[in-house]
């Protein structure tokens, strides 16, 4: 088994930033992507950002030039870099990661961490 765990929401005003970090755990041979995602209320889950395990990150044109996504792989571990945010950014954010164990794979997810913007 696998678990991934997010830290390093909060509140934060208009134009502030935050780091969010997740650490994934447990039997894992290989991290293919990871990334983050968010959810604000009454809305679907969308992608943030996202990091191969070898190749170019994506990100959300909406967080496009304001958000860095990061990884260590010594670690197990995802970073995002939130700066200038906007209360448009307001959310549950959650780390997702594609994993390879021993003879088996799956597509997990964190808890999430709350994230408020405050205009």
């Known amino acids: 088994q696998v678990q991934l765990v997010e830290s390093g929401g909060g509140l934060v005003q208009d134009g502030g930033s935050l780091r969010l970090s997740c650490a994934a755990s447990g039997r894992i041979v290989l991290i293919n992507a990871m990334g983050w995602y968010r959810q604000a209320p009454g809305k679907q889950r969308e992608l943030v950002a996202i990091?191969?395990?070898?190749?170019?990150?994506n990100y959300a044109p909406s967080v496009q030039g304001r958000f860095t996504i990061s990884r260590d792989n010594v670690k197990n571990t995802v970073y995002l870099q939130m700066n200038s945010l906007k209360p448009d950014d307001t959310g549950v954010y959650y780390c997702?990661?594609?994993?390879?164990?021993?003879?088996?794979?799956?597509?997990?997810w964190g808890r999430g961490t709350q994230v408020t913007v405050s205009s």
């Open positions: 997702n990661a594609v994993v390879y164990g021993l003879g088996t794979h799956g597509n997990y």
């Open positions: 990091v191969p395990s070898g190749g170019r990150s």
